[in-house]
């Protein structure tokens, strides 16, 4: 644990936006004590802490390297910009939230990669913990840098910055990879990474040299890089005690993954082919994660993830038991997006219990053609019944995703156009949100060739869609075609894209997924000074001939993958890399095998080009796709023959509205807030003390609705960065549970900066905060501060109280006491206050003209 690194934080921290991404301290996250102990990693989502707290795989290997005692593993976040310059600003090294360790003295640093656009932010991160961006420039004490993820599929955009690519599953691979290097720990770090070269999932650039081929910079590597397939996933760790983000982060919620792998073949869908085969959890082993997640969590949102859930041969029964267990409890479900033909109205009529949020449908195409081409046939019939029917049972919130610029598609905005708007007609009461993005072509798909539309088309559609639906009551939204734009670039670039990317990071670009500070004038920029044209990876279609095919032939290639050689260690061959025989290297992502046959992925693309669909293998015939061979097959919970339709009839044990016949009785409780919690916001805090309070059994009263929640207060906010020795809460609750119950059960979650002093019963039902109310702060001497203060008292700023309104303690301290109206920030101004160290030391209330406490004093 690095405590003059943290100062060093703590003192930079008021002066960011959201502090307490930058705090680590959430329960359930490794304990600093065992994060010392033998080989230590550090783990990275490449994003904000919001979207990278909510990414499952990070929490899974996570939780899978943190069960192991060999080996200790923390995380980092990319840094927003005004915390990133604040670090080079005061040359603080990027850290690990748990020990505050920078970066630099860890074993090992691994991103997960959910996103091509993420791709700079890994740059970010290295640069920030001085860490040499150029794999092959890494002296030997430096981290080893590992990725994974859907992304890399295509790794060759980022194999200039990374030492170890993993493909495929992580769980086991992880562990594998980390005891491969602790048997090699004392080795140069050469014979680390011909050693970590040695699996059949992991691909290691720095070994193979590169020649240009067909009008594109290919790596030669004599491997067929597999992926890594774990057959049983109930055989795996999953995270039963899920981290409690001190900060709302994007998927606040359970999420436990009912499934991996989708069997439907929607042509365009990357994840949807590289994740194969489906491997389902039984409903048994998902509904024991819910039950012991929500126990140690305090959540009351239960979200099943999963390409495509409705093909979950266990939904229906999974459904019916989360709500006849939890809804009493409140606890509702959330669903991520449905085809509509396996959407069950009865699903939807269980889900909608507890509490209705929107419902998405992805139908990606309006016109029935195209949906066959891209292999996701779409009832319209029966989704305008769903529409009509989940109206009644009380959703008021439809979402629509659509694609445009798909393959052979004709007139996409008139057609969006019309069936939105004939949607909306059947809807009536129901809001409707349509989401509108540009189609990107992925690698390992039917359509790993197709041309991408470029910016200009794609603003065309757009703007016509935009004015079709000016004057209706839907909402659009537009994913921004530029990014889509850089997206495929680098979700088909070659190894002059990691150029691009090195250079775009230097010209300032950073987190290009985010709309508002995405920078397409420094990636144009960028393109210019490396003189790469775009052209070459957005429209493979129009390069046919040119970069890929053999002489003579026409078409785009898909040959299957190379077979299985020995590892080329082309850096110490010394092969000139012009002179290298690249002649299986088709295209950048060739080595890496997903397990499905390129004449598959070619059949599929004829297919396409004729509208024929495949059947989803799940529910009809395998397809032959050839992930399924030498001991990996589909497993799912029910077998064809057993599924069927669950009954429709069910009971929900107790409805929340019928719950509440117990006497409601009010705690009034003391807690403090200290250390790094004090850069937890209000709201933040609030939240936290729910899911603490019943992780330890407090029987919250919850309000009435089909949004119930606590009757819980904070009545006097404090603000952020201010600690506290004195603060005040008010709970609600159903039960009679003795006073220092209250406060053992609570204090038994709390960590020790935030333990509660006492608790006492109020009789009073409305909150303390509608009384008179005084507060004391204290804060270090200073002349700007005396000045500060003097100013104020003249202007009838502070409150004037006998003996003095503030007063200085041995000529160190001062303590200042002010009323409900003011407010310390204010006073102080940003400037004067973010450079305090202030403390609120007690809180008073007013009655009769005296100042007593809100408790009773005893
Ligand atoms: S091999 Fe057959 S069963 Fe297995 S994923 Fe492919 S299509 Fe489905």
Redesign the pocket.
């Known amino acids: 644990m690095s405590s003059r690194l943290q100062e060093k934080v703590e003192e930079i921290l008021p002066r960011v936006s959201k502090p307490a991404r930058y705090i680590g301290k959430e329960v359930h996250t490794l304990n600093p004590e065992r994060a010392a102990q033998g080989l230590r990693m550090v783990l990275s989502y490449p994003d904000v802490y919001e979207i990278g707290m909510s990414n499952l795989a990070v929490r899974i290997l996570y939780e899978t390297i943190n069960r192991d005692e060999r080996f200790s593993c923390e995380r980092v976040f990319v840094p927003w910009m005004d915390f990133e310059q604040e670090l080079r600003k005061n040359c603080i090294p990027l850290y690990s939230l748990e020990t505050f360790t920078p970066l630099c003295e860890f074993d090992v640093i691994g991103f997960s990669m959910g996103y091509e656009l993420l791709y700079t932010n890994v740059l970010t991160i290295l640069e920030l913990a001085s860490i040499s961006l150029a794999a092959t420039e890494r002296q030997d004490e430096e981290p080893i840098v590992i990725a994974g993820g859907p992304a890399i599929f295509n790794p060759e955009p980022m194999a200039d910055f990374i030492d170890v690519f993993v493909i495929g599953d992580g769980e086991i691979a992880i562990i594998q990879i980390l005891e491969e290097l602790l048997k090699v720990k004392a080795r140069p770090r050469k014979e680390k990474l011909i050693a970590l070269n040695s699996f059949d999932f992991t691909y290691v650039p720095a070994l193979y040299n590169q020649g240009t081929h067909r009008g594109f910079l290919i790596t030669r590597v004599d491997k067929s890089v597999k992926k890594r397939i774990e057959p049983d996933l109930e055989l795996l760790p999953f995270p039963r005690k899920p981290i409690i983000p001190l900060t709302r982060i994007v998927q606040d919620r359970i999420t436990v993954e009912v499934n991996r792998?989708c069997?439907s073949?929607c042509r365009y869908c990357a994840a949807g082919f590289i994740y194969?085969?489906?491997r389902e959890r039984s409903v048994e082993g998902v509904f024991d994660i819910i039950q012991d997640s929500l126990t140690h969590s305090g959540y009351d949102e239960v979200a099943l993830l999963s390409l495509s859930v409705g093909d979950y041969t266990g939904f229906h029964e999974l459904v019916r038991r989360i709500n006849e267990r939890f809804a009493s409890e409140n606890v509702s479900i959330s669903l991520p997006s449905l085809r509509v033909n396996s959407t069950n109205i009865d699903i939807l009529r269980m889900v909608k219990e507890v509490r209705k949020s929107g419902l998405t449908f992805a139908i990606e195409s309006a016109d029935g053609l195209t949906r066959n081409r891209i292999n996701k046939p779409v009832d319209i019939g029966q989704l305008m019944e769903i529409i009509w029917r989940v109206s009644q049972f009380g959703w008021r919130l439809i979402k629509l995703y659509f694609m445009v610029g798909l393959p052979m598609a004709e007139k996409e905005d008139e057609r969006i156009a019309e069936l939105v708007l004939d949607l909306l007609e059947a809807s009536r009461s129901i809001q409707m949100n349509v989401n509108v993005s540009v189609f990107v072509p992925k690698p390992h798909t039917p359509f790993q060739f197709a041309r991408q539309i470029d910016v200009e088309e794609a603003e065309r559609i757009i703007g016509n869609l935009r004015d079709r639906f000016s004057r209706t009551r839907v909402h659009v939204k537009f994913q921004n075609p530029r990014m889509s734009l850089i997206e495929g670039i680098l979700s088909r670039g070659d190894r002059r894209v990691a150029r691009l990317i090195h250079e775009v990071h230097r010209l300032g670009e950073r987190f290009s997924s985010w709309d508002d500070v995405f920078r397409y004038d420094l990636w144009e920029e960028a393109l210019k000074r490396l003189n790469l044209n775009r052209e070459l990876y957005n429209d493979y279609e129009s390069n046919r001939g040119t970069p890929f095919t053999e002489s003579g032939s026409r078409g785009i290639p898909f040959p299957e993958p190379v077979s299985r050689g020995t590892p080329l260690t082309g850096a110490e061959t010394g092969g000139s890399a012009s002179t290298q025989n690249l002649d299986t290297a088709t295209f950048p992502w060739y080595f890496i095998s997903s397990g499905?046959k390129g004449s598959?992925l070619k059949k599929e693309s004829e297919r396409a080009k004729k509208a024929l669909l495949t059947g989803n293998?799940?529910h009809g015939?395998?397809?032959?796709?050839?992930?399924?061979?030498r001991g990996i097959?589909?497993t799912l919970f029910q077998s064809q023959s057993h599924r069927g339709e669950d009954p429709t009839e069910y009971e929900v044990s107790k409805k929340p509205a019928e719950r509440s016949t117990r006497t409601r009785v009010k705690m009034l409780f003391q807690f403090k807030k200290q250390g790094l919690y004090r850069f937890i916001s209000h709201l933040d805090l609030l939240t936290l003390f729910i899911h603490l309070g019943k992780m330890a059994g407090i029987p919250f009263s919850y309000s009435r609705g089909f949004n119930p929640k606590p009757h819980f207060g904070l009545p006097f906010p404090l603000p952020l960065g201010v600690e506290s020795e004195y603060e005040i809460g008010e709970a609600y609750i159903e039960d009679a549970l003795e006073e220092s119950v209250f406060c053992d059960r609570y204090n038994s979650q709390l960590p020790v900066e935030m333990k509660l002093a006492r608790a006492e019963r109020s009789q009073l039902m409305k909150s303390v905060a509608s009384f008179p109310f005084f507060h004391d702060y204290m804060f270090p001497y200073s002349h700007d501060i005396e000045d500060l203060l003097q100013k104020n008292i003249e202007r009838g700023k502070i409150f004037d109280i006998s003996p003095c309104e503030f007063y200085v303690v041995q000529k160190t301290l001062v303590m200042l006491r002010i009323g409900r109206d003011r407010s310390i920030k204010k006073l102080f101004g940003q400037d004067l206050f973010v450079r305090t160290h202030i403390q609120r030391r007690m809180l008073w209330q007013e009655c009769d003209g005296k100042l007593v406490s809100f408790f009773k004093e005893k």
Request: charge should be positive.
């Open positions: 792998g069997a073949g194969r085969p489906v499905i598959f293998c799940v015939q395998c397809a032959q796709c050839g992930v399924c061979q097959k589909q």
